[in-house]
Nanobody, 122 residues
């Protein structure tokens, strides 16, 4: 399995921006479609965004479309989530996911990172 480590979480005021990063190791990065999921207290983990193996295709949850952008840098084995116009309801632990299939399943698959906390305050 590929190992994933997220970074970039923290506190941000509503309306602000934040960029999450995830670095992969252990297996050829280009073999994996990548995604971001999030989980808030008391809620199921939910899909946020995904990008195909080469970065040529992306898709988003309705709740973040137009505000979040997923991208990847295969030379650096990294995937990013640029989050703009953040809202308090975006507060969650964000997880990086790597899977050989694309599109990703609704609950993800394959390998997961440990998560990074994003807190949006009003």
């Amino acid at each position: 399995q590929v190992q994933l480590i997220e970074s970039g979480g923290g506190l941000v005021q509503a309306g602000g921006s934040m960029r999450l990063s995830c670095v992969a190791s252990g297996r050829p990065f280009v073999n994996y479609a990548m995604g971001w999921f999030r989980q808030s207290p008391g809620k199921e983990r939910e899909f946020v965004a995904a990008v195909s193996w080469t970065g040529g295709s992306t898709y988003y949850a309705d709740s973040v479309r137009g505000r979040f952008t997923i991208s990847r840098d295969n030379a650096k084995n990294m995937v990013f989530l640029q989050m703009n116009s953040l809202k308090p309801e975006d507060t969650a632990v964000y997880y990086c996911n790597a899977d050989s299939d694309y599109p990703l399943g609704p609950t993800g698959g394959g390998s997961w990172g440990q998560g990074t906390q994003v807190t949006v305050y009003s």
